[in-house]
C-alpha cells in the first residue's frame, strides 16, 4: 500500500513539474514575441527562463519557509527510504527533457509536420509519454512516431506506443522492432528511413 501510495505521489509530481515547465515555456514564448526588430527572441532563445524548473521551486520554498521546507523533504526522504528523491529526481529529468524538446521545436519546427502534426501538438504527446518515462528524450519519441507511421499498415502491432514501451523497459529501438516481429535487417532499414525522413525535417 506505501509503495503505491509513493508510486501515485511521484506520478503527481512529475505531472504538477511537467506543467509548470510547459506554463512557463509557453508565457517566455509570449513575451519573446513582445516587439524589437529581432522578432522578439531573446539572447537565451525560446527555452525556459534561468532557474525554471524543479530546483528553482525547491529554493524558493526554502527561503520563504526559513529552512523548514529543507527540513521537510530531509525527513520525507528518510521516511521513504529515498524514494522521494527518486520521485524528484524523476520529475528533473522529465522537466529537462521537455526543455530540450522546446529548444528543438523553436529551431526545427518542420520535425512536427514529418509526423503528420505541429509544435503544439507534438509537443503535448511528448509530455504525456514523458510521465510513464522521464529518461524519454525527443529524438527517441519522433522517431517511435514516424517508425509506428511507416510501419503500421504493414505490422499492426507496430505502433508508437509499442516501441515506446520497449524504451521505457530499456531496450533500444532495433532491439524493440526485433521484439515486434521485423528481422535485424528490417529493423536497421526502417531506422534508417525514419531518421533520413526526420532529418530533412530538421532543415
Known amino acids: 500500500m506505501g509503495n503505491k501510495i509513493i508510486t501515485t505521489a511521484s506520478a503527481i509530481v512529475v505531472t504538477i513539474i511537467l506543467f509548470i515547465a510547459m506554463t512557463m515555456s509557453v508565457a517566455a514564448q509570449g513575451k519573446g514575441r513582445g516587439g524589437g526588430g529581432g522578432g522578439g527572441r531573446g539572447a537565451s532563445g525560446m527555452g525556459q527562463p534561468t532557474g525554471v524548473g524543479v530546483d528553482r521551486g525547491i529554493g524558493r520554498s526554502s ?52 509526423v503528420h502534426t505541429n509544435a503544439n501538438a507534438l ?3 511528448y509530455q504525456t509519454a514523458l510521465l510513464k518515462n522521464p529518461n524519454l528524450t525527443f529524438g527517441q519519441f519522433v522517431a517511435a512516431t514516424r517508425l509506428g507511421q511507416n510501419l503500421g499498415r504493414k505490422h499492426p ?32 532499414d526502417a531506422k534508417k528511413q525514419a531518421e533520413k525522413e526526420i532529418e530533412q525535417g530538421r532543415r
Open 157 to 188: 502491432n507496430i505502433t508508437r506506443d509499442a516501441i515506446l514501451a520497449g524504451l521505457a523497459n530499456g531496450k533500444s529501438i532495433g532491439q524493440t522492432l526485433q521484439g515486434l516481429g521485423l528481422s535485424s535487417h528490417e529493423a536497421k
Open 63 to 114: 527561503d520563504a519557509s526559513g529552512g523548514r521546507a529543507d527540513t521537510g523533504r530531509g525527513n520525507a526522504s528518510v521516511n521513504s527510504n529515498g524514494r522521494s528523491d527518486a520521485g524528484l529526481n524523476r520529475a528533473r529529468i522529465a522537466s529537462e527533457n521537455l526543455s530540450n524538446a522546446n529548444r528543438e521545436l523553436s529551431k526545427h519546427p518542420g520535425v512536427a509536420s514529418i
Open 123 to 125: 509537443r503535448s504527446q
